[in-house]
């Protein structure tokens, strides 16, 4: 009997994918004991379409770090954020940060 490659794929590729999210699931369970994420308002979405970000969501994310007095922020895309009340880091800076202590 001779073993096909896309069936042996079609088998690994679901298991891969579940295990993957089963590890990020855990992740995020294990950072919520560190950071807390808080919620959405209607006055962060109004100051998002107020300081035309060129992504609504940056603005958002801007807004919500403001009002809680987040030390920094951390985006794959800094250079859309431009704010003197928060530190804006990369996924590497914050690593980094993180090591340290």
């Given amino acids: ?6 069936s042996e794929s079609e088998i690994l590729s679901p298991i891969a ?4 999210k089963k590890i990020a699931y855990e992740f995020i369970i294990d ?6 994420v808080p919620g959405i308002s209607l006055k962060n979405v109004k100051e ?9 969501e940056d603005g958002v994310h801007s807004s919500i770090a403001a009002e809680n007095n987040v030390d920094f922020l951390i985006t794959r895309n800094k250079k859309d954020f431009k704010n003197d009340q928060f530190k804006v ?13």
């Fill in 89 to 101: 880091l990369d996924a590497e800076e914050f690593l980094r940060i993180v090591e340290r202590k």
């Fill in 48 to 56: 998002a379409v107020s300081k035309k970000f060129k992504d609504f």
């Fill in 31 to 36: 950072s919520l004991r560190i950071f807390s």
């Fill in 17 to 20: 994918k579940e295990l993957n």
């Fill in 1 to 6: 009997m001779r073993s096909n490659d896309n």
